[in-house]
C-alpha cells in the first residue's frame, strides 16, 4: 500500500476574497462553472449527490446537473431508484462539485422538490436513444440476476419502440434542489483555505448573507 500519510498536493491556483465574491451565490457559482468548460475538466457537471433515508441514514452518488438558475440545482432521475425513495422520506439533499484540477469544490444543502412533467419532458427529450432505453428499461438500485437480463430488457424495449425517441418512463423525472447554503471553497497553500458562503435568511426575507469560514 502507497503512503497515505505523504499523498497529498498543495493548493497553490488561486485565492478567494470576499472582494472577489459575485453578488448572488449563482452568478459565483455560473463564473466558476464557466472556468471548468474553459479548463476541459471531464463532466464539469458531475455532481455527488447525499440524501438520507428516514431514519436518517445517508448514501451518496454522482449524478449529472443538467440545469441551474437562481431557484436552484436540476439533475433527473428514477423516483423508483434509492435516492428517489429517500428523497420522498426526507426530501432534503447535499451537493459536491468536486473540481479537482482547479483546486475548488462548491458546497450546496437545501430542500429538495420534483419540477414535474414539462420540466422532466425537456431532461428527457434531449438524451440519446440509448440511454433512454437503459433508464426506462431498468428499474433502477433493483436486484438482478444478471447483465444478460438488463441487456435483454433492453432489446425487447428496443424491439418494441423502434422509431425515434423512446416516452418517459412515468417514474423518471426531474428533482430540484433548492439552496440554503452555497460554499465556494477554493484550496490554499499550507491547507489555508479559502471558504466563503452564501447562507439564506430568513428572517430578512430570504435575502441572503456571506459568511468566511475558518478552513
Not at 466558476?32 to 455532481?47: C, K, L, R
Not at 455527488?48 to 454522482?62: E, M, N, Q, W
Request: glycine share 8%; no cysteine.
Amino acid at each position: 500500500m502507497p503512503d497515505l500519510s505523504r499523498m497529498r498536493n498543495d493548493y497553490t491556483l488561486g485565492r478567494l476574497g470576499e472582494a472577489d465574491l459575485a453578488a448572488t451565490w449563482v452568478e459565483q457559482f455560473d463564473r466558476w462553472f464557466a472556468d471548468t468548460v474553459a479548463a476541459e475538466i471531464p463532466e464539469p457537471n458531475a455532481v455527488v449527490v447525499a440524501t438520507a433515508d428516514a431514519d436518517g441514514a445517508p448514501d451518496a452518488r454522482i449524478v449529472l446537473m443538467k440545469g441551474y438558475d437562481e431557484v436552484g440545482i436540476v439533475f433527473g432521475t428514477s423516483y423508483a431508484s434509492a435516492k428517489g425513495a429517500q428523497l420522498a422520506a426526507n426530501p432534503r439533499a447535499a451537493l459536491v462539485f468536486p473540481w479537482h484540477a482547479l483546486q475548488r469544490q462548491v458546497r450546496i444543502t437545501g430542500a429538495v422538490e420534483r419540477i414535474g412533467d414539462t420540466a422532466s419532458d425537456a431532461l428527457w427529450d434531449p438524451r440519446p436513444r440509448g440511454s433512454q432505453l437503459a433508464a426506462a428499461a431498468s428499474v433502477q438500485s433493483t436486484v438482478v440476476e444478471s447483465r444478460q437480463e438488463l441487456e435483454e430488457r433492453v432489446r425487447r424495449l428496443d424491439e418494441q419502440t423502434p422509431e425515434g425517441k423512446v416516452p418517459r418512463p412515468a417514474a423518471w423525472g426531474g428533482y430540484r434542489v433548492l439552496p440554503e447554503v452555497v460554499e465556494f471553497w477554493q484550496g490554499g497553500a499550507d491547507r489555508l483555505h479559502d471558504r466563503l458562503r452564501f447562507v439564506r435568511d430568513d428572517e430578512e426575507g430570504g435575502g441572503w448573507i456571506v459568511q468566511r469560514l475558518a478552513p
